[in-house]
Nanobody, 123 residues
Framework: VQLQASGGGLVQPGGSLRLSCAASGSIVRINDMNWHRQAPGKQRELVAGITSTGSTNYADSVKGRFTISRDNVKNTMYLQMNSLKPEDTAVYYC??????????????????WGQGTQVTVSS
């Protein structure tokens, strides 16, 4: 299973961006999906998460500004980012826990990460 993140870019403070994360491969079910970010010189942090049934959670720093969503038919997750601040500048990574079956019929549960997309908030 591969995750492809996209949608990053350069935006002015107060602007908006929408990130996407598309999963592909032999997938039976995707469980929790999350967005993380890592700014230069800082540890990677969890930004937002969404369960398979749509329950969401957010880091305090993005509550009220970011919205996470998913399309289970398209196996795609989104992060709508509004009122962006310079401190939101980071590489954003998507991550998903998924389930599949081997050729022999054995269940496989694993986690995949996307390659990261750069978000830069600057005037």
């Amino acid at each position: 299973v591969q995750l492809q993140a996209s949608g990053g870019g350069l935006v002015q403070p107060g602007g908006s961006l929408r990130l996407s994360c598309a999963a592909s491969g032999s997938i039976v079910r995707i469980n929790d999906m999350n967005w993380h970010r890592q700014a230069p010189g800082k540890q990677r942090e969890l930004v937002a998460g969404i369960t398979s049934t749509g329950s969401t959670n957010y880091a305090d720093s993005v509550k009220g500004r970011f919205t996470i969503s998913r399309d289970n038919v398209k196996n795609t997750m989104y992060l709508q980012m509004n009122s962006l601040k310079p401190e939101d500048t980071a590489v954003y990574y998507c991550e998903a826990d998924w389930m599949s079956y081997t050729d022999g019929g054995a269940p496989v549960v694993a986690r995949s990460w996307g390659q990261g997309t750069q978000v830069t908030v600057s005037s």
